[in-house]
């Protein structure tokens, strides 16, 4: 738990333990990555998310024990762009390997980004840092889609000001980098 969710757990003693994956994961928005942080130019980690979860933009799947890459990919073929902003596939922690996580973003990315689609991947063993801010949910697995020139005018959007002033080179890179050298045909 990084130091802000530990701050934020103190103020907030009496939150309700979470019964399912999808309430976890939406108590970490709303623990987290809705909340102003100073390493983020005191702007939140996800600046958008607040918004997005206010106006029911954010479609949460639990998979199930025998979801695969298909699996997700359906999903994400399902999914409205349109009338969503992110579709968040949530997997129980030891459901898919850091490998296969990765794997599983990578070829997706392969094919959906020419569509103007993006898949995020977060796994409990691959924790992420921005500074001292450790940005995964630290629990479960997650595929997040959503539309890749959305994702890129919003980032674009945060580059004029102090939001990536803690980011390393390579970690921007990682984050960023990929998604912009495709270019989807919108």
Known sequence: MTIQQQKNKQKNPQKKT??????FIRQWIDDFVTRPNPVFG???PCPFARKAIVENKVKFLELDSVADY????QHIT?????EIDVLVQIARPDHFTLKE???IAEDLNEYFMSRDVVVLEDHPEDPEHVGTVKLNNGEYTLFLAQRLSKLNKFAKMLESGPYYKNWSIDYLESVKGFREK???KV
Do not use: G
Not at 18 to 23: D, I, L, V
Not at 70 to 73: G, H, K, L, S
Not at 78 to 82: P, V, Y
């Open 18 to 23: 979470a019964s399912s994956p999808t309430e």
């Open 42 to 44: 005191d702007l939140p």
């Open 70 to 73: 298909a699996t997700v990919y």
């Open 78 to 82: 399902e999914a409205d762009f349109d």
């Open 101 to 103: 996580t990765k794997k």
């Open 182 to 184: 495709k270019n989807p």
